[in-house]
């Protein structure tokens, strides 16, 4: 392979780094240097230009940071790993899924998919309280069932949460859900 193409090659597998015009830029620049006789440069040479890189790295200095407050309350089963109960970011509220768990007593509640369906609710609700939001604020909701059988059982439960009009709502069957629950269920609401 020819100088200039290796350095064509190295720019094409590398084109996703850079914005178009600087990818345009750079490879110009190095075909023009390695077809003229002056003095090759390298792939890398050609791929670390000061303008491309000031081209790909100067748009990202413009991105914002998100703002996010954690929301935590004693009410529901606190976070046992590197994940908040919920996250308030502009005009919404993200809950992390909620298990069946009493939070006075660590368990799940006797009984079956009907009382952990209640238990989950009572957790997001919890936490959405702790935010300001009630139930009705809710937009859309997911439901984790370890069995899809369960669905109808899980479903009387859920309607005493919510009101028309009703939130979006995903329901799906997993495989298996932490500590052995039938159910989990995360939702977003809406501040405003």
């Given at each position: 392979m020819a100088y200039g193409q290796e350095v064509t090659?190295?720019?094409?597998?590398?084109?996703?780094m850079y914005t178009s015009a600087?990818?345009?830029?750079?490879?110009?620049n190095a075909q023009a240097i390695t077809s003229s006789g002056k003095t090759a440069i390298t792939p890398s040479e050609a791929l670390t230009s000061s303008e491309a890189l000031?081209?790909?790295?100067e748009?990202?200095?413009?991105?914002?940071?998100?703002?996010m407050k954690a929301i935590s309350t004693t009410k529901a089963p606190g976070a046992i790993?590197?994940?908040?109960?919920?996250?308030?970011v502009g005009d919404f509220v993200y809950t992390s899924g909620q298990?069946?768990?009493?939070?006075?007593?660590?368990?799940?509640?006797?009984?079956?998919?009907?009382?952990?369906t209640r238990q989950a609710l009572q957790n997001v609700k919890a936490i959405l309280e702790e935010a300001g939001v009630a139930?009705?604020?809710?937009?859309?909701?997911?439901?984790?069932?370890a069995d899809m059988h369960d669905f109808a059982d899980m479903n009387s439960i859920y309607a005493e949460f919510f009101s028309e009009p009703y939130p979006a709502r995903s329901a799906v069957a997993v495989k298996t859900l932490p500590k052995g629950?039938?159910?989990?269920?995360?939702?977003?609401?809406?501040?405003a």
């Open positions: 090659a190295a720019l094409r597998r590398n084109q996703r600087a990818y345009r830029r750079a490879k110009s000031t081209s790909y790295v748009p990202m200095r413009n991105l914002k940071k998100i703002d790993g590197p994940y908040s109960q919920a996250i308030k298990l069946p768990i009493d939070p006075s007593t660590g368990a799940f509640p006797d009984g079956g998919i009907k009382e952990q139930m009705n604020q809710v937009v859309k909701t997911t439901v984790f069932l629950a039938m159910v989990e269920i995360e939702v977003v609401a809406s501040v």
